[in-house]
Nanobody
Framework: HFRVEESGGGMAQAGGSLRLSCTASGFTEDRYAIGWYRQGLGEDREGVSC????????YIKDSLKGRFTISKDYAKKTAYLEMNNLTSDDTGVYYC??????????????????????WGQGTQVTVSA
């Protein structure tokens, strides 16, 4: 049974930083990938950043490049999302998801929820001006 669990959300002031963690469990395959997604109030879910846990291939949404960084610790089965220079537009619920089958890394960040094999409960990120 595949599972992922997020941690690290909270409140930050504009210009501040937060680091989110997503830990996977139940994966028996070596090849899997983790993606970060977010949803602001009244907005559609969007893919933020994704990483393949073996090779470390990464994707970051264009508008977030330079501020957000994704990394991994394969042994800990954990992917990290480092978010810097936060703005109020970054406020939302951040979810992580995982998948074992994909073609390209950017495809993972564009997958609808039902295509992901594991989905977390989400962690709230609130950025105050």
């Amino acid at each position: 049974h595949f599972r992922v669990e997020e941690s690290g959300g909270g409140m930050a002031q504009a210009g501040g930083s937060l680091r989110l963690s997503c830990t996977a469990s139940g994966f028996t395959e070596d090849r899997y990938a983790i993606g970060w997604y977010r949803q602001g109030l009244g907005e559609d879910r969007e893919g933020v950043s994704c990483i393949t846990m073996g090779e470390g291939r990464t994707y970051i949404k264009d508008s977030l490049k330079g501020r957000f960084t994704i990394s991994k610790d394969y042994a800990k089965k954990t992917a990290y999302l480092e978010m810097n220079n936060l703005t109020s537009d970054d406020t939302g619920v951040y979810y992580c998801g995982a998948v074992t089958d994909w073609t390209t890394i950017d495809e993972i960040c564009k997958m609808p929820k039902y295509e992901l094999e594991a989905w977390g409960q989400g962690t709230q990120v609130t950025v105050s001006a």
